[in-house]
Nanobody, 121 residues
Framework: QVQLAESGGGSAQAGGSLRLSCSAS???????MAWFRQAPGKEREFVSS???????AYAESVRGRFTISKDNAKNTLYLQMNSLKGEDTAMYYC????????????????WGQGTQVTVSS
């Protein structure tokens, strides 16, 4: 089992930046770590993931703007968000699963509480 806790959300101007952090209660080296987001009235959607072997995947909507990274020694996952757009407004969730990565939220069984990101123009 692993407990996850997100931080770093808040308000930003369009074109601005935010850095999200996800602190895990144990080592994360054996997990796929991922970020998902959900806006009101919309389905939860995949944002980015980093695998056990450090392969990285991004949703097309954030490619080139967001950067996922992790520090295994600190048990922490990060999401650097640059060039923010209004459509990035959502609750952002950190998620983990043992083994291979997926882009389907239903395949993840460990979740943080979420951190709100609001982008204004």
């Amino acid at each position: 089992q692993v407990q996850l806790a997100e931080s770093g959300g808040g308000s930003a101007q369009a074109g601005g930046s935010l850095r999200l952090s996800c602190s895990a209660s144990r080592y994360i080296s054996g997990f796929c770590m991922a970020w998902f987001r959900q806006a009101p009235g919309k389905e939860r959607e995949f944002v980015s993931s980093v695998s056990i072997s450090d392969n990285i995947a991004y949703a097309e909507s954030v490619r080139g703007r967001f950067t996922i990274s992790k520090d295994n020694a600190k048990n922490t996952l990060y999401l650097q968000m640059n060039s923010l757009k209004g459509e990035d407004t959502a609750m952002y969730y950190c998620a983990a699963r043992a083994g291979l990565c997926h882009n389907n939220w239903e395949q993840f069984n460990f979740w943080g509480q979420g951190t709100q990101v609001t982008v204004s123009s």
